[in-house]
């Protein structure tokens, strides 16, 4: 069946609960980190944890909106596309996010 391809291309990588509200947590996943946020309203993203400018850590970051700030040298990044917002350049990887029974899932390339 077509679904059960599907979900073979999801990777579960913790628990939304584990997720604070306003905050993110660092999921090691397949030699790289994954930063995976939960913004104030309850939405979750997962991107490259390395900030495209030093490799900062965006997980230890502000969250902020749809946004989350980097802790080193405030570079903002959108957390829907990886893009650094206003005249700020680079761009970190994003992973499709689906919440499943509690569950943070994240599209993994094959
Ligand atoms: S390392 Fe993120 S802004 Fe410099």
Do not use: Y
């Amino acid at each position: 069946m077509n679904s059960i391809a599907k979900i073979a291309e999801w990777t579960d990588i913790c628990a939304v609960d584990d997720v604070p509200l306003r905050g993110a947590r660092r999921v090691r996943l397949a030699g790289m980190e994954v930063g995976v946020f939960r913004n104030a309203s309850g939405r979750v993203f997962a991107i490259d944890n390395q900030c495209p400018h030093k490799q900062g850590p965006l997980s230890e970051g502000i969250v902020h909106d749809t946004s989350v700030t980097c802790p080193l040298h405030s570079l903002v990044i959108d957390l829907e596309t990886g893009k650094a917002r206003g005249e700020d350049e680079g761009c970190v990887k994003t992973f499709e996010v689906a919440l499943q029974s509690g569950r943070v899932l994240i599209k993994m390339e094959a």
